[in-house]
């Protein structure tokens, strides 16, 4: 096996026996808490019974088909997903099988909705356009963010990690500023966000403005670059740009999707209607399925032109009737309610942390999506590393080891902070638990940074 982004000489994983709920039992007996919802990806813990039994009745029925045949729980999944998500039912739902394939499939639609718009609907005049380039085919992407690993996709990702993909990098990617409340890229705490606002027009309007601009993309709480959830009015003010400019809005909810936020996607926190939606990660429960979901505009746009995109095992029946039966748990039962009031239950156990230890800069999140940046000075707020060490080993290496082998917790360790993303099914004494593990971890930081 090849591990992700690491070199392999010392790559050692470690044997499972079995995973249930929040713990993974390894096969010498240990009994691990899966802090990180196993990359995001399980929200309703392992092994939940309703969705392996889902799982064993559509076993017996069809596993894939084509989508040249439609499975009873592909199109449900579908029909489902059209109606849940903002906006009007009449979308149309594209399955991929990771989060980047889905990101791929909304800025190939994004982009071919702007051609079919400019050449076969004559919205746009080619005096407008003056034989630059074809189409408006730019997406402007925000650094502190990512939106996967295929190339397209690495491309519109403002991290390290896309720095592996150049100079090959996919054309046609601008980025604007991030959006972050403790670390404002300019402005001061008051102004940040219309000053990012008015500097994301300027973006727009100096790219070409709807002659070359398709779409904007934005995380609604950014996720692997330190769960930073969209400051009040930023995503309402992006949607008015959009409108203003004519530009599609890609909301990316791979990590932020189906409850992890206390609402079923966390765009629905600033009621703002997206014009594409991708889903991901914990979408197909115990599955590889993902999704980029198309608004009754953009899919009218595909009725009589080619969507030139597709890829085997799109709409797998399987992981259609596991995401059916998660998304049914997930939405009875007030179970969503329940997850805000663990996130308050959580917060309200980190600040304490917080006041207590003085290496924890910020406390941030939404519903169980949390993280603690730790800081090397909280009156300056230095951060462990900067953007360019991204591959530098810091501190919060020896903690997620510390929480691992003597806590038995398990942390990513590559962060500029410690996540606290636990499966949604979490109970407050497992909360408890954690976070007095994590008391102690934080205690060897302060110490540490105080030598
Ligand atoms: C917001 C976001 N988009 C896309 C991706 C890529 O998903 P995948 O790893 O399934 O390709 C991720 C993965 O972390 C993500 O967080």
Redesign the pocket.
Known sequence: MMQCWSSQAEYAPIPVERAEGCWIHTTDGRRIFDLRSAHECINLGFKHPRIVDALKDQLEKVIYVTDDFATEPTGKLAKRLAELTPGSSSKRVYFAQ???GA?EAAIKGARLYQYNRMFHEGGLKASDAPGQYPYPYKIISRYKS????TAG?ASLSGDPRRWFQEPLTVPGVVFAPEANAFRPPFGGPDTFVEENLSYLEYLIENEGGNNKVAAVIV?PVV??NGIIPAPPGYLAGVRAICDRWDLLMII?E??TGMGRTGKLLAIEHSGVEPDIIIL??ALGAYCPL?AAIFSEKVSASFEKNIFGHGQSYSGHALGCAGALAALDFLLEDQFLETVQSKGQYLESKLRRLADKHPCVGDVRGLGLFYTMELVSDRTSNTPLRKTTEKYTSTIIREVSEFLFKEKDVYVPTDKFGIWVVPPLIVSESEMDWFTDAIDVALDFVDARLNQ
Do not use: I
């Open positions: 990771s989060g980047a990101v990512w939106h996967g690993s996709a995380e996720g692997s990316d791979t990590m991901g990660k993902t």
